[in-house]
């Protein structure tokens, strides 16, 4: 067997998964599949080097083309996966071409007729090198064999363990069903009140002290079986960090924060090549509906980030969860983690939830209506004192009445006008638009989900927001804003949309002017 | 019966030996055709070559095989002459078989030893309205 074919093997016999039954079986306590493995790893090599030891001191020397050999030598065949055969005989070569040599013919244990190997013959040959006889030893360490082979064990193992059933898995770790003290429908109606009276998430360790578990059980066991329980039983969701386990009930998650809103919904759109000005622009504005659904690259941890509401996040009580939204959350690998808001100015605490599938915060409905946020509104996200914790501020400022772009839908079209309206936030410029007419702006929004195609939506758009400008300027970011009211659409594709259509012309500074020979068709 | 599938560029081909004695081709002829020089000088004829000993070039197994077929494989094969861009392209693809020993090669592997062309324009050499040396798809065996 070669190397390769040997580390191959690792982690898919049945021997394999019989040694980790009887290592769990003395340990008593659940092992990560890291430990399984590298306790595999380091028996197989062990295992390994036994046999070739044997082998070795059976005294059987390795069949090498060079060496003479005698009726009756027993030898060991490197290049045949160490087999042992006896020669039986001996006859002269047969091969003008390749000058004299021997022929001898060996006898293997396991069949009928002997076969014929070359000896005494000089000319070069792999098996006459001397490094032949490295195939004695793995040449490994069982560290070595970790670091180089251990995440091809590790997958192969993992899936051999999980087609088992004798093997139960929670999160990373592994242990055996039949060493799992029972956990009765009793402890988890307990459990299901304990985290109903907190009304927050709460975590295994804290729920075991609740149960009181008999005596005898070693911590650890009880901690994954009763994860196990958790995990297995629809009315609890694991809500916590990653290595952190924290029950919630499923039945008291907001629907929000379950299945995510359907005013967030994006066609998947095309990554047009945008120039540097709009590049930056775009990803200023943290919208999770660039990731195009994509695996959010993680970035590095920061400790603010301020965003600018969009109207469909503002309808949802929404934020994005983008990478660097995220970074101010501690890592999770469940579908949501459970965390609290905490107003900047109020200090008060309300529920929200990180959403993975959907990339989006939930939990925000009530904070943006108290605070009258229209789209354009600056919202800023900071890191608690607390890992779960993340503080939410806004930038007030006095009530007063300023001459802004207003929205309605009229006759399935959507038509802004600048009127004057109170507000009492601080705002982004080229994205503030006040809503002026909710319900006809759905009905337009219902139209527009139709369209297939962003171009038609842009040219209706677009002429509505130039009247506004003197100059007949539209920004990007405001047509970004106003598509947003109706159909939902990341800036990234409202920018290429914007760029690839030969109606728009860009003036610079992210402006786009309605090219005349367009307009007038 | 086996379904009739469309060869592609993945497909198996090799020499089917048969093929020779079907349309009278003496194929020892042409493998000798094929030798060294050297090898010739050792076999002036066809007939002067016969079974001799094969040293496996892995495991030192011997085995009894045509002197032709042992010269080309284990010696004018490895000769750098052997294919060179100016080989016609069906002769090329012809040696590049004969130096694997007859084991069947696809398209795509055909046409990285023989080193010019393009794997479907040597699907669309072997699968012309003539059988060109006998090479065909495995499956059609």
């Known amino acids: 067997m070669t190397s390769a074919d040997f580390w191959n093997e690792v982690g898919t016999t049945d021997a394999d998964l019989e040694h980790l039954y009887g290592f769990l079986l003395e340990r008593g306590t659940p092992a990560t599949s890291r430990e399984l493995t590298a306790h595999l790893i380091e028996w197989r090599v062990r295992e390994e080097e036994k046999k070739l030891a044997e082998l070795v001191a059976r005294r059987a020397p390795h069949y090498q083309p060079k060496q003479s050999y005698q009726v009756g030598q027993t030898l060991l065949f490197t290049a045949l996966g160490n087999r042992e055969g006896e020669v039986k005989g001996i006859r002269a070569g047969d091969n003008p071409r390749l000058g004299a040599f021997k022929v001898i013919q060996v006898q293997f244990a396991d069949e009928p007729k002997p076969r014929e190997f070359a000896a005494e013959f000089t000319a070069p040959h792999p098996l006459n090198e001397d490094r032949a006889r490295a195939a004695q030893s793995l040449e490994v360490t069982p560290e070595q064999a970790m670091a180089q082979y251990g995440e091809r064990v590790c997958a192969a193992l993992v899936r051999r363990l999980s087609a088992d059933k004798e093997f139960v898995r929670v999160g990373d770790e592994w242990f055996l069903k039949g060493l799992l003290p029972e956990i009765h429908a009793g402890y988890l109606n307990l459990a299901e009140a304990a985290i109903e009276q907190a009304g927050d998430a709460v975590r295994t360790a804290d729920l075991l002290k609740i149960l009181e578990l008999p005596q005898t059980v070693k911590k650890t066991t009880a901690l994954f079986a009763l994860t196990n329980a958790l995990a297995n039983d629809d009315r609890f969701e694991d809500v916590g960090p990653v290595g952190e386990a924290r029950w919630y009930l499923t039945r008291l998650e907001p629907p929000t924060a379950r299945e995510r809103p359907a005013v967030l919904e994006a066609a998947p759109a095309t990554q047009a090549?945008?120039?540097?000005?709009?590049?930056l622009i775009a990803a200023e504005l943290y919208d999770e509906a660039d990731l195009n659904g994509d695996t959010v690259k993680p970035v590095p941890p920061r400790d603010e980030i301020t965003l600018i509401l969009t109207y469909p996040h503002r309808q949802a009580g929404t934020l994005p969860l983008t990478p660097p939204v995220r970074a101010l959350l501690p890592n999770f690998a469940q579908p949501r983690l459970k965390i609290n808001f905490q107003d900047a100015t109020t200090q008060e605490k309300f529920p929200g939830y990180a959403v993975a599938d959907g990339h989006y915060l939930a939990g925000l409905t009530q904070w943006f209506a108290a605070r009258k946020l229209s789209p354009g509104a600056?919202?800023?996200?900071?890191?608690?004192?607390?890992?779960?914790?993340?503080?939410?501020?806004?930038?007030?400022?006095?009530?007063?009445?300023?001459?802004?772009?207003?929205?309605?839908?009229?006759?399935?079209?959507?038509?802004?006008?600048?009127?004057?309206?109170?507000?009492?936030?601080?705002?982004?410029?080229?994205?503030?638009?006040?809503?002026?007419?909710?319900?006809?702006?759905?009905?337009?929004?219902?139209?527009?989900?139709?369209?297939?195609?962003?171009?038609?939506?842009?040219?209706?758009?677009?002429?509505?927001?130039?009247?506004?400008?003197?100059?007949?300027?539209?920004?990007?970011?405001?047509?970004?804003?106003?598509?947003?009211?109706?159909?939902?659409?990341?800036?990234?594709?409202?920018?290429?949309?914007?760029?690839?259509?030969?109606?728009f012309t860009s003036v610079g500074g992210g402006y786009f002017v309605l090219n005349e020979a367009y307009a007038r068709l | 019966m086996a379904p009739i599938v469309r060869p592609d560029i993945k497909t198996p081909f090799h020499i089917d030996l048969e093929w020779f004695k079907e349309n009278s081709r003496d194929l020892r002829a042409i493998l000798h055709e094929t030798l060294c020089d050297e090898c010739r000088a050792r076999y002036p004829t066809p007939a002067d070559a016969g079974a001799v000993d094969r040293v496996h070039p892995q495991t030192g197994e011997v085995t009894r095989v045509d002197a032709l077929w042992e010269s080309i494989v284990d010696h004018c094969a490895l000769k750098p002459g052997f294919i060179t861009p100016a080989t016609p392209l069906t002769t090329a693809v012809f040696r590049a078989l004969l130096a694997n020993g007859n084991q069947p090669l696809s398209c795509e592997q055909l046409h990285e030893r023989v080193g010019k062309s393009s794997a479907s324009a040597i699907l669309k050499l072997l699968m012309g309205s003539e059988i060109e040396n006998g090479i065909v798809p495995v499956e059609s065996k």
């Open chain 1, 273 to 279: 090549q945008l120039s540097n000005e709009l590049e």
């Open chain 1, 378 to 503: 600056y919202v800023t996200l900071k890191r608690g004192a607390e890992p779960l914790t993340l503080i939410i501020d806004y930038q007030p400022q006095r009530e007063r009445s300023l001459w802004v772009r207003v929205a309605r839908g009229v006759d399935g079209h959507l038509v802004f006008s600048q009127e004057k309206r109170p507000l009492s936030h601080k705002y982004d410029e080229e994205m503030l638009i006040v809503i002026g007419d909710p319900i006809g702006i759905d009905a337009v929004a219902q139209a527009a989900r139709q369209q297939r195609s962003l171009a038609p939506l842009l040219e209706e758009i677009f002429p509505e927001l130039a009247k506004l400008s003197g100059a007949g300027h539209v920004h990007a970011k405001t047509l970004y804003s106003a598509v947003n009211l109706i159909r939902r659409a990341g800036p990234r594709a409202v920018m290429g949309a914007l760029c690839e259509n030969r109606a």
